[in-house]
């Protein structure tokens, strides 16, 4: 019974994606259009249709590959752009709040 389900919501996860990815990733400009590349060879190399159809190349040159290498490091650089700016936002708040300089989690008291 799990399976048949987990195939079902896998499926329409699929669907969701692909539908949102559409809508969000229009090719109006040169970022936009390499955005859309990667999110269609990521999208087609998670499933075991990337392989299928790549399964005359080489390992190391298949879909799956290169989706996992997109995985592994341009994505991971972008999460760590992200954290490090979470990270100053935080101390910045912090200090706001230690020194006194930020009062809105008091309230205004007026």
Do not use: C, K
Not at 17 to 27: D, E, L, M, P
């Amino acid at each position: 019974m799990f399976i048949p389900l987990s195939a079902t919501m896998f499926s329409i996860l699929a669907f969701f994606v692909a539908s949102a990815s559409y809508r969000a990733f229009r090719a109006r400009n040169f970022e936009a259009t390499l955005l859309l590349i990667a999110a269609f060879f990521v999208m087609i190399g998670r499933v075991p249709v990337g392989d299928i159809i790549t399964e005359f190349m080489p390992v190391g040159y298949r879909l799956s590959d290169l989706a996992n290498w997109i995985m592994d490091f341009p994505q991971t650089a972008g999460q760590r752009a992200i954290m490090i700016g979470i990270g100053l936002g935080v101390v910045s708040t912090s200090l706001r709040v230690i020194l006194g300089i930020e009062r809105a989690h008091i309230g205004s008291g007026e």
